[in-house]
């Protein structure tokens, strides 16, 4: 178990609206992802974390914002929810003495109509 | 840059049968390789990984995978599957703990037993 809580475990929300979700680790780990997955694109990385308030994008970072301002949060928002933005999201960890391997929470389903 | 092909979206095997997961990828430097499976409404759980050494590699639930160099690949196999075995499975391709670990996966390949 890597401790990792991720909230709300369901959501449904309208477009246009604002969303945040939130990851919770309780070990202390430096970095933090956000994932999306969907059918056929396997999961694909939105945007990471290196530490408290360092965060970079990923590689669909558009229409998704981040921020960290203690270790164990890491949160994702979504500034005015699209309906391509319904998905699968996962927050993940990477140990410090890991050779690249995540842990991963449970994810978040967010439907937005 | 770096990609990961599975090139099964779906494969169906019966119970006790031996199973194969193919996985292609690309990768400039020497690859960090990564199975993880996922059942149904949960996150991902890492099964096996690769960075060096001993290209046959055992992991977790009976499963082992075989790292070959030449033909790029990193196929998962199982010697007899059992029905909690069904599940989806996600090759990953990353750069350890360089490039901020970032890890690409593949698009994954259901695997569906059959009593």
């Known amino acids: 178990d890597a401790g990792i809580t991720q909230s709300p475990r369901h959501k449904v929300t309208e477009t246009g609206t604002p969303v945040t979700l939130r990851c919770h680790q309780t070990e202390n780990h430096r970095y933090m992802y956000w994932y999306r997955q969907d059918p056929g694109h396997g999961l694909r990385l939105i945007h990471y974390s290196y530490g408290v308030k360092d965060t970079d994008k990923g590689e669909v970072s558009d229409g998704y914002s981040v921020s960290r301002s203690k270790t164990e949060d890491f949160l994702l928002t979504l500034e005015s929810a699209t309906s391509s933005q319904t998905s699968v999201y996962f927050c993940?960890?990477?140990?410090?003495?890991?050779?690249?391997?995540?842990?991963f929470g449970e994810g978040s389903r967010l439907t937005v109509l | 840059a770096q990609s990961v092909t599975q090139p099964d979206i779906h494969i169906t095997v019966s119970e006790g049968a031996s199973l194969e997961l193919r996985c292609n990828y690309s990768?400039?430097?020497?690859?960090?390789l990564f199975w993880y499976v996922q059942s149904p409404g949960q996150g991902l759980q890492l099964l096996l990984k690769?960075?060096?050494?001993?290209?046959l590699v055992q992991g977790i639930k009976g499963f082992e995978a075989e790292f070959k160099r030449s033909q790029s690949s990193f196929n998962l196999r199982k010697p007899s599957v059992h029905w909690s075995d069904a599940a989806e499975y996600f090759c990953a391709v990353g750069a350890g703990n360089t490039n901020a670990g970032k890890s690409t996966f593949g698009d994954g390949t259901t695997l569906t037993v059959k009593p």
């Open positions: 690769y960075f060096s050494g001993d290209t």
């Open positions: 993940a960890i990477r140990p410090r003495d890991s050779t690249g391997e995540l842990f």
């Open positions: 990768y400039g430097a020497t690859p960090y």
